[in-house]
Protein backbone atom coordinates (compact mmCIF):
# COMPACT_ATOMS: atom_id res chain seq x y z
CA UNK A 1 0.00 0.00 0.00
CA UNK A 2 3.08 2.23 1.15
CA UNK A 3 4.94 1.80 -2.03
CA UNK A 4 1.43 2.23 -4.21
CA UNK A 5 1.26 5.77 -2.54
CA UNK A 6 4.76 6.54 -3.61
CA UNK A 7 4.25 5.46 -6.64
CA UNK A 8 0.86 7.54 -7.47
CA UNK A 9 2.53 10.57 -5.84
CA UNK A 10 5.17 10.17 -7.86
CA UNK A 11 2.98 9.91 -11.56
CA UNK A 12 1.23 13.31 -9.67
CA UNK A 13 4.36 14.79 -9.71
CA UNK A 14 5.21 13.72 -13.18
CA UNK A 15 2.48 15.27 -14.68
CA UNK A 16 2.44 17.94 -12.68
CA UNK A 17 6.28 19.27 -13.84
CA UNK A 18 4.32 19.28 -17.19
CA UNK A 19 7.27 16.66 -20.04
CA UNK A 20 4.28 16.65 -22.58
CA UNK A 21 3.60 20.96 -22.20
CA UNK A 22 7.48 21.01 -22.65
CA UNK A 23 7.86 18.94 -25.53
CA UNK A 24 4.51 21.26 -27.11
CA UNK A 25 6.69 24.14 -26.09
CA UNK A 26 10.46 23.23 -28.17
CA UNK A 27 8.37 21.63 -31.38
CA UNK A 28 6.35 24.76 -31.16
CA UNK A 29 9.36 27.00 -31.30
CA UNK A 30 11.42 24.98 -33.51
CA UNK A 31 9.34 21.97 -34.86
CA UNK A 32 8.64 23.58 -38.42
CA UNK A 33 12.31 24.14 -39.01
CA UNK A 34 13.55 21.00 -41.40
CA UNK A 35 14.43 17.99 -39.99
CA UNK A 36 18.06 18.54 -41.83
CA UNK A 37 19.10 20.27 -44.79
CA UNK A 38 17.92 18.44 -47.76
CA UNK A 39 15.48 16.31 -46.15
CA UNK A 40 11.56 16.61 -47.53
CA UNK A 41 10.09 16.46 -43.58
CA UNK A 42 10.04 19.00 -41.01
CA UNK A 43 11.28 18.10 -37.17
CA UNK A 44 7.57 17.82 -35.85
CA UNK A 45 6.56 15.58 -39.11
CA UNK A 46 9.62 13.10 -38.66
CA UNK A 47 9.13 12.76 -34.55
CA UNK A 48 5.92 12.10 -35.38
CA UNK A 49 6.17 9.74 -38.41
CA UNK A 50 8.60 7.47 -36.49
CA UNK A 51 6.05 7.28 -33.50
CA UNK A 52 3.31 6.28 -35.19
CA UNK A 53 5.16 3.43 -37.37
CA UNK A 54 6.22 2.00 -34.26
CA UNK A 55 2.93 2.08 -32.93
CA UNK A 56 1.06 0.47 -35.87
CA UNK A 57 3.37 -2.08 -36.00
CA UNK A 58 2.54 -3.16 -31.89
CA UNK A 59 6.05 -2.18 -30.53
CA UNK A 60 6.10 -1.67 -26.68
CA UNK A 61 4.74 2.17 -25.43
CA UNK A 62 8.31 2.82 -24.48
CA UNK A 63 9.92 2.42 -27.86
CA UNK A 64 6.69 4.54 -29.09
CA UNK A 65 7.67 7.20 -26.91
CA UNK A 66 11.34 7.47 -27.22
CA UNK A 67 10.98 8.13 -30.62
CA UNK A 68 8.29 10.69 -30.26
CA UNK A 69 11.31 12.24 -28.42
CA UNK A 70 14.19 10.49 -30.05
CA UNK A 71 15.17 13.97 -32.21
CA UNK A 72 15.09 15.92 -28.63
CA UNK A 73 18.33 16.83 -28.55
CA UNK A 74 18.43 18.03 -32.11
CA UNK A 75 15.46 20.48 -31.17
CA UNK A 76 16.63 21.57 -27.89
CA UNK A 77 20.17 22.30 -29.59
CA UNK A 78 18.78 24.74 -32.22
CA UNK A 79 18.44 26.93 -28.84
CA UNK A 80 22.23 26.81 -28.63
CA UNK A 81 23.76 26.59 -31.84
CA UNK A 82 21.36 26.82 -34.73
CA UNK A 83 20.30 24.35 -36.95
CA UNK A 84 23.61 23.51 -38.63
CA UNK A 85 23.53 19.86 -39.72
CA UNK A 86 27.39 19.45 -39.28
CA UNK A 87 27.00 20.48 -35.57
CA UNK A 88 23.97 18.13 -34.22
CA UNK A 89 26.75 14.88 -33.98
CA UNK A 90 26.01 15.46 -30.09
CA UNK A 91 22.31 15.51 -30.23
CA UNK A 92 21.77 12.01 -29.40
CA UNK A 93 23.28 12.18 -26.14
CA UNK A 94 21.81 15.79 -25.23
CA UNK A 95 18.52 14.47 -25.69
CA UNK A 96 18.70 11.12 -23.70
CA UNK A 97 19.99 13.61 -20.60
CA UNK A 98 17.23 15.63 -21.33
CA UNK A 99 14.95 12.40 -20.71
CA UNK A 100 16.90 10.93 -17.89
CA UNK A 101 16.75 14.55 -16.11
CA UNK A 102 12.83 14.28 -16.49
CA UNK A 103 13.29 10.07 -15.05
CA UNK A 104 12.04 8.27 -17.81
CA UNK A 105 13.22 4.62 -17.93
CA UNK A 106 16.65 3.62 -19.17
CA UNK A 107 15.20 2.14 -22.03
CA UNK A 108 13.85 5.48 -23.87
CA UNK A 109 17.16 7.23 -22.78
CA UNK A 110 19.00 4.34 -24.36
CA UNK A 111 17.12 4.62 -27.47
CA UNK A 112 17.57 8.23 -27.68
CA UNK A 113 21.54 8.03 -26.92
CA UNK A 114 22.10 5.14 -29.36
CA UNK A 115 20.07 6.03 -32.29
CA UNK A 116 22.85 7.16 -34.27
CA UNK A 117 24.98 4.63 -32.86
CA UNK A 118 22.15 2.51 -34.42
CA UNK A 119 22.58 3.84 -37.76
CA UNK A 120 26.30 3.23 -37.44
CA UNK A 121 25.69 -0.85 -37.00
CA UNK A 122 23.03 -1.42 -39.78
CA UNK A 123 25.33 0.12 -41.97
CA UNK A 124 28.01 -2.75 -41.28
CA UNK A 125 25.29 -4.83 -39.98
CA UNK A 126 22.77 -4.85 -43.43
CA UNK A 127 23.98 -4.96 -46.79
CA UNK A 128 22.64 -1.66 -48.82
CA UNK A 129 21.22 -0.26 -45.76
CA UNK A 130 23.57 2.71 -46.32
CA UNK A 131 23.16 3.34 -49.84
CA UNK A 132 19.11 3.41 -49.05
CA UNK A 133 19.55 6.07 -46.67
CA UNK A 134 19.00 9.43 -47.25
CA UNK A 135 21.55 11.96 -48.71
CA UNK A 136 21.82 14.08 -45.36
CA UNK A 137 21.83 10.88 -43.18
CA UNK A 138 24.44 9.71 -45.49
CA UNK A 139 26.34 12.56 -44.74
CA UNK A 140 25.77 12.96 -41.16
CA UNK A 141 26.90 8.81 -40.98
CA UNK A 142 30.37 10.03 -41.91
CA UNK A 143 30.23 12.99 -39.02
CA UNK A 144 28.78 10.11 -36.35
CA UNK A 145 30.96 7.66 -37.24
CA UNK A 146 33.89 9.24 -36.28
CA UNK A 147 32.65 10.61 -33.31
CA UNK A 148 32.01 6.90 -32.54
CA UNK A 149 35.20 6.18 -33.30
CA UNK A 150 36.56 8.00 -30.59
CA UNK A 151 34.12 5.91 -28.46
CA UNK A 152 34.21 2.54 -28.20
CA UNK A 153 33.16 2.39 -24.75
CA UNK A 154 30.21 3.55 -25.55
CA UNK A 155 30.22 0.57 -28.57
CA UNK A 156 30.71 -2.34 -25.55
CA UNK A 157 27.81 -0.68 -23.55
CA UNK A 158 25.27 -0.55 -26.60
CA UNK A 159 26.35 -4.32 -27.24
CA UNK A 160 25.34 -4.97 -23.74
CA UNK A 161 22.19 -4.01 -23.52
CA UNK A 162 19.42 -6.29 -23.86
CA UNK A 163 17.18 -4.64 -25.87
CA UNK A 164 20.07 -3.97 -28.37
CA UNK A 165 17.68 -5.34 -30.79
CA UNK A 166 14.88 -3.23 -30.57
CA UNK A 167 17.14 -0.17 -30.89
CA UNK A 168 18.00 -1.51 -34.38
CA UNK A 169 14.51 -1.67 -35.42
CA UNK A 170 13.38 1.79 -34.07
CA UNK A 171 16.30 2.97 -36.14
CA UNK A 172 14.47 1.94 -39.17
CA UNK A 173 11.40 3.61 -37.89
CA UNK A 174 13.65 6.97 -37.58
CA UNK A 175 14.99 6.39 -41.34
CA UNK A 176 11.49 5.76 -42.85
CA UNK A 177 10.03 8.41 -41.55
CA UNK A 178 10.51 10.90 -44.50
CA UNK A 179 7.33 11.95 -45.10
CA UNK A 180 7.53 11.10 -49.05
CA UNK A 181 8.21 7.40 -48.40
CA UNK A 182 4.64 6.97 -45.80
CA UNK A 183 2.15 7.27 -48.25
CA UNK A 184 2.11 3.27 -48.88
CA UNK A 185 0.90 2.19 -45.35
CA UNK A 186 -0.07 4.00 -42.38
CA UNK A 187 -2.74 6.89 -42.91
CA UNK A 188 -3.40 9.66 -40.87
CA UNK A 189 -0.31 10.51 -38.77
CA UNK A 190 -1.72 12.02 -35.54
CA UNK A 191 -0.21 15.26 -33.63
CA UNK A 192 1.11 15.36 -30.21
CA UNK A 193 -1.80 14.75 -28.34
CA UNK A 194 -2.86 11.49 -29.39
CA UNK A 195 0.19 10.59 -27.11
CA UNK A 196 -0.23 12.98 -24.00
CA UNK A 197 -1.09 10.20 -22.00
CA UNK A 198 1.08 7.83 -23.32
CA UNK A 199 3.76 9.95 -22.67
CA UNK A 200 3.03 9.62 -19.04
CA UNK A 201 2.50 6.06 -18.68
CA UNK A 202 5.97 5.05 -19.81
CA UNK A 203 7.65 7.96 -17.27
CA UNK A 204 5.81 6.20 -14.41
CA UNK A 205 7.50 2.64 -15.60
CA UNK A 206 3.85 1.88 -16.76
CA UNK A 207 4.17 1.80 -20.32
CA UNK A 208 2.38 -1.16 -21.81
CA UNK A 209 4.14 -4.14 -23.89
CA UNK A 210 4.50 -4.76 -27.19
CA UNK A 211 0.76 -5.05 -28.45
CA UNK A 212 1.87 -7.11 -31.69
CA UNK A 213 4.67 -9.99 -31.11
CA UNK A 214 6.14 -9.65 -34.53
CA UNK A 215 6.42 -5.69 -34.27
CA UNK A 216 9.93 -6.16 -35.15
CA UNK A 217 9.69 -8.12 -38.36
CA UNK A 218 6.84 -6.04 -39.47
CA UNK A 219 8.87 -3.28 -38.88
CA UNK A 220 11.56 -4.95 -40.90
CA UNK A 221 9.36 -5.96 -43.85
CA UNK A 222 8.40 -2.25 -44.38
CA UNK A 223 11.51 -1.41 -44.06
CA UNK A 224 12.67 -3.28 -47.08
CA UNK A 225 9.21 -2.37 -48.70
CA UNK A 226 10.74 1.21 -48.26
CA UNK A 227 14.25 0.68 -49.72
CA UNK A 228 12.82 -1.74 -53.02
CA UNK A 229 9.70 0.79 -53.58
CA UNK A 230 11.56 4.37 -52.46
CA UNK A 231 14.63 3.80 -51.99
CA UNK A 232 17.28 6.92 -52.88
FE1 LIG B 1 18.65 11.70 -34.72
FE1 LIG C 1 15.53 11.10 -36.59
Avoid at 98 to 106: A, G, I, S, T, Y
Avoid at 113 to 137: G, N, V
Avoid at 160 to 167: G, K
Amino acid sequence: MKRLLVLCLFCVGALWSGCYEELIEVFDKYGGDRYMAGEAVTQKNHVLQAAYLAEKAGAPEEIIIALLFHDIGRVIEDDLIGNEPALHELHDDLGANWLQERNFPKVVSDLLRYHTLAKIFLCQEESDYYDHLSLPSQDSYHIQKEKYSKKPDAIDRFNALPYRSWILTARKCDDMAKDAYLDWSVGDIPDFDHYREMIERVRCGEGKPAQLEDWQQTIDIWHLKTIRDFGV
